[in-house]
Structure formats: C-alpha cells, structure tokens
C-alpha cells in the first residue's frame, strides 16, 4: 500500500507540521480500519517503518490488551462520537511498553469516509503521575503509621496535611486554612520563615 495520503493536497502540509512538533499523523479507512497513511516519524517512536503498520490490524496487535476496549470498535461509535481521544499502552519493536495519546476525528468528504488523527507519546507524562501516586501513597502511610507529629506546610506555611489534631480542631478547621504562623509565638516567625525559605527557595 502507498505511503501516500489519499488526500495529499490538504494533507501532506499539515502532516510535516505536526511531525515537526512530535505527532505521529495518522490516516485511516473507518470501514476496513486499514491505516493508508503515517508520517515517517512513527519508526523513531515505534521502532517499526511505517510501512509494517498497513497490514490488516498490525497496529492493533501491538494494543495492550487491556486497553483495546477504549478504542471504538463500531461504525456507530466512531459516527456519532465524530471519532475519539484515548491513551492507551503500545509494544515497541523493542519489547518496551509506551503511553500513546491518539486523537481521532471522522470525516466526510464527496461521499467518502476517512479518519484522520494525531498520535503523541505521553509515557513521561504517565511515569510522573505514577510516581505522584506513589509518592503520595508513602506520605499518607507516614503519616497514618507515626507516632510522631507531622506535618505538611506549603511556601507560605499553610498546613498541607498533618497527622494528628488537638481538640476541638478537626482536619476541616486545619488544612487549607491554619499557618504554623497562627500556631507559633511572634518571636518564633523570623526562623519560621528562614526554614521554610531554606526549603522552598534554596531547596
């Protein structure tokens, strides 16, 4: 199959400016599901030539199980969603499993159905949010298992979070609203505020 679009008038312009911003562009049969396009650059992202993804269902196949059901798998879908946006799990040619972002709009033109689409990496972006989760998970484990007190302060000195309250405070009169500026003797706010610097300025 060609690696030309079948629109190349309108398309191959916008396609090298998309690929100049790290898109993968991508053109479809919404009938068959056949890719008849993809820019050059999906072997830098892939490790696969363009060419290997025109065979029937290649690109499929290299679909996470698990995330197969996000994509439209129907005419109607596809028709009255005007197409879909999904991230979805990929194998690489090197075995490595990448986050995809792929937005995916239906078209017609003289009768003639095509999809046409854009696909991003988005694994560094996935791979920060997980390692928030994490993060977050440790310090709500901290804070539930401590003995200690502790404490969560933002730039300004704002409780973020803390473990214990002393009654009649309750986490609702806290977080968000109380400063360890409120809790603490005047003559205490200038090294207050020199260790919050030292953290959040200095780091």
Same mark, same amino acid.
């Given at each position: ?7 190349? &008038? ?15 562009? +991508? ?14 650059? @999906?072997?830098? =992202? ?26 439209? $798998? ?6 009255? &969603? ?11 040619? %090197?075995? $490595? ?17 095509? =999809?046409?689409? @854009?696909?991003? /990496?988005?694994?560094? #972006?996935? #791979? ?9 998970? %440790? ?22 979070? @803390? &473990? ?9 009169? @806290?977080?968000?609203? +109380? ?8 003559? /205490? ?8 610097? #030292? +953290?959040?300025?200095?780091?």
């Amino acid at each position: 199959m060609s690696e030309e679009p079948s629109n190349p &008038n309108n398309f191959e312009l916008s396609s090298a400016m998309l690929a100049a911003l790290g898109l993968v562009v +991508v053109e479809a049969d919404p009938d068959s599901r056949a890719i008849t396009y993809l820019s050059s650059n @999906v072997e830098a =992202l892939t490790g696969f030539p363009a060419e290997t993804f025109y065979a029937s269902g290649a690109w499929l196949a290299r679909i996470h199980p698990d995330d197969i059901s996000l994509i439209p $798998q129907t005419d109607e879908e596809l028709r009255s &969603n005007k197409g879909y946006a999904v991230e979805y799990r990929f194998k690489t040619a %090197s075995e $490595q499993w990448i986050w995809l972002r792929a937005n995916v709009s239906f078209h017609t033109a003289e009768g003639e159905h095509r =999809l046409y689409g @854009v696909l991003l /990496d988005v694994t560094r #972006e996935k #791979e920060a949010d997980q390692a928030l989760l994490e993060s977050e998970e %440790s310090r709500r484990l901290l804070l539930e298992t401590t003995f200690e007190y502790v404490s969560i302060l933002d730039e300004n000195g704002i409780f973020v979070d @803390v &473990n214990r309250f002393d009654p009649p405070y309750t986490r609702e009169d @806290v977080i968000g609203k +109380v400063s360890v500026f409120d809790a603490a003797s005047p003559d /205490d706010h200038p090294q207050i505020r020199r260790a919050l610097d #030292e +953290v959040f300025v200095h780091g």
